[in-house]
C-alpha cells in the first residue's frame, strides 16, 4: 500500500474527505505517519531479524570509517580481500587499549576489531588501511506524497507544500506510485532512480501527469501497515482541539493496541533459532 493510500485511511478514520483540510492539515499528517513509520521500524531494529541490511565496500583513512550516511547502525565488518573479520560486537572506546595492536602489518588473522567513534569506525590498529566490506541497517527513507506540481519524461515533480527532502539521492530507491485523482487508480509504479533537492525531481520510468497524485511505498513489511495508519490516527485524534468522539478515540486505541501485540508477536518468526556457537576468534 502506498503512503496516499494509507494517508486515505486516516483521514477516513479522523471523519474527514481527502480534499478537505478541515482540521488537520495533510503536511500534518505526512509528518505523523512518518513519526510512526520511526517508531515501528525501532521496534523492528531492536527485535532481529536483520531488516534493511545492506553492504557497502570502504576504505579506511588512518584506521578510521566514514559510516554512509544512511547507516542506522553498523552489522558486520570484514576486510574485502580475504574476508578476514573485524569484531564490532562489545568493542567500546573504553576497552580501545585491551586489544591494541602497533604496526600496520600487526594484528591481522582475526584478531582485529573496530569501536564507534561519532560518525566513524575506528579499527583499533595504527595505521589501518586496508579495503573493508561493511553490513549496516539503513535507515527508513520518509514517506512522501502529494500532488504532482509537473510532470514528464522520466520526471516527477514532488508537492513542495508536502516538504520534499532537501537531501540530494534521499529517495533514491524508493518505489514511487502515481494516480489518477477519480478512482484513485494506480498510473505508474517505479523505482527512484534519482533524486534532486533543489528541484524536488524524482527520475522515475515513465511519464508522470501533473496535477495527479503520488504515494511511495515504504520499506516497513505490509504486516506493518495497518499499525502506521493506527498509530498515525491516534496521534492526530489527541490533538488538543480535535473534536472526534471519545467512543471513537476509544476504539481506534483498542485496535491499535491489539494490531501491535500482533505484529511483535509476528516480528520473531522472520528469524528461526539456530543453535550454532560462533567463534570470535578471541
Not at 106 to 122: I, N, P, Q, S, T
Request: a negative charge; aromatic letters at 10%.
Amino acid at each position: 500500500m502506498n503512503s496516499f493510500y494509507m494517508f486515505l485511511d486516516i483521514r477516513e478514520n479522523l471523519g474527514e474527505a481527502f480534499d478537505t483540510e478541515s482540521h488537520w492539515k495533510d503536511a500534518d499528517i505526512l509528518r505523523k505517519m512518518n513519526s510512526s513509520q520511526r517508531r515501528i521500524a525501532g521496534i523492528m531494529s531492536l527485535a532481529g531479524g536483520d531488516w534493511w541490511v545492506t553492504s557497502t565496500t570502504l576504505t579506511p583513512s588512518d584506521s578510521k570509517i566514514t559510516l554512509p550516511s544512511n547507516c542506522v547502525k553498523p552489522v558486520y565488518l570484514e576486510e574485502t580481500t580475504n574476508t578476514t573479520p573485524i569484531r564490532l560486537q562489545g568493542v567500546t572506546v573504553r576497552e580501545r587499549m585491551v586489544g591494541r595492536t602497533i604496526g600496520s602489518t600487526l594484528g591481522g588473522g582475526g584478531c582485529l576489531e573496530a569501536y564507534l567513534e561519532d560518525l566513524y569506525l575506528v579499527v583499533n590498529q595504527d595505521s589501518y588501511s586496508n579495503g573493508v566490506t561493511l553490513w549496516y541497517e539503513k535507515r527508513v527513507p520518509d514517506l512522501a506524497l502529494g500532488i504532482i506540481a509537473t510532470g514528464a519524461a522520466s520526471a516527477l515533480t514532488m508537492d513542495s507544500g508536502q516538504n520534499p527532502s532537501f537531501v540530494d539521492d534521499y529517495y533514491n530507491g524508493v518505489t514511487v506510485e502515481t494516480m489518477g485523482t477519480t478512482n484513485y487508480e494506480v498510473k505508474i509504479r517505479s523505482t527512484v532512480s534519482d533524486y534532486t533537492a533543489a528541484t524536488s525531481i524524482m527520475t522515475v520510468t515513465g511519464t508522470p501527469t501533473a496535477a495527479d497524485l503520488y504515494g511511495t511505498i515504504s520499506l516497513l513489511p505490509e504486516e506493518a501497515e495497518r499499525l502506521l495508519v493506527l498509530d498515525a490516527t491516534l496521534m492526530l485524534a489527541a490533538k488538543a482541539s480535535s473534536s472526534l468522539d471519545p467512543k471513537y478515540f476509544e476504539y481506534w486505541m483498542e485496535e491499535k493496541r491489539w494490531e501491535e501485540k500482533a505484529f511483535k508477536s509476528w516480528l520473531p518468526r522472520r528469524v528461526a533459532t539456530t543453535s550454532r556457537v560462533r567463534d570470535t576468534g578471541d
